[in-house]
């Protein structure tokens, strides 16, 4: 069985702390969203943070085009990958919680797809590590991806070295626009797209164990300490 969990807004230490105490659970993958306007959070720097004090947990980011470019955002997610050693995840939202802009379909498509050609960018033996030679990379292993289209004009390759992962795996719920991802988030009787690994949302843990699935999602307050001892006190049991 395979659980993720999102957390309410919170300060970035108590979602982080709320990430390591989740994944001493068994808890298989955490999201972390944008915050709200009270409390502003940057999905990347948390899951970065979280990175150097866990060790299995698979860390999601959300990312929103309507306030960043994928060139940015490729490069923080590499950043991620090659920090928690190939763990990160990203899913595409319209807009971002504090901020009312937000994008259309075509814009998110052409995101998702510049982000994962910015991603593949350097080959899988782009290192050389030729002390001798004095050579780190091979020459001719990054390329550039020339995007010329609608909405973002990018030469590339990125500036950053492949992530250990290549184009790491996506999320996506199923209310999202672009739902084409390798898990998607559906309630209880909804049907993740063809290819695509359905994580039921529940409301309890104990919902898990009713329910024929591969996985399932439910949101918790981390600055709830005592809801968070007893969530994981739960799921410890119910996953044993």
Excluded at 10 to 35: C, R
Excluded at 146 to 157: E, K, L, S
Excluded at 184 to 210: F, M, Q, Y
Excluded at 222 to 239: C, E, I, Q, T, Y
Aim: proline share 9%.
């Amino acid at each position: 069985m395979t659980l993720a969990v999102s957390f309410a807004p919170a300060a970035p230490n108590t979602i982080v702390a709320g990430i390591v105490a989740t994944e001493a659970a068994g808890v298989d993958l955490a999201i972390v969203d944008y915050g709200t306007p009270r409390t502003p959070i940057d999905p990347l720097a948390v899951a970065a943070a979280a990175a150097m004090a866990t060790t299995r947990i698979r860390l999601a980011v959300a990312v929103s085009p309507a306030i960043v470019e994928p060139f940015t955002f490729a490069r923080g997610l590499a950043a991620l990958d090659h920090l928690s050693g190939g763990r990160s995840a990203w899913r595409v939202i319209t807009a971002a919680g504090p901020f009312r802009a937000s994008v259309d379909t075509a814009q998110l498509k052409e995101f998702i797809s510049v982000v994962g050609a910015l991603c593949e960018s350097w080959a899988p033996d782009w290192c050389a590590d030729d002390k001798a030679e004095a050579q780190f990379w091979r020459a001719g292993s990054a390329t550039p991806i020339a995007q010329d289209g609608r909405h973002y004009q990018v030469t590339g390759p990125l500036n950053t070295p492949r992530p250990p992962q290549g184009i790491p795996p996506r999320l996506a719920w199923s209310a999202d626009p672009v739902t084409g991802a390798a898990s998607v988030i559906v309630r209880p009787g909804e049907t993740a797209p063809p290819g695509a690994a359905a994580l039921i949302d529940v409301t309890d843990v104990g919902d898990a164990i009713t329910h024929d699935a591969v996985g399932f999602h439910i949101r918790i307050d981390p600055a709830d300490k005592a809801g968070l001892a007893a969530f994981v006190d739960r799921f410890a049991k119910v996953s044993a």
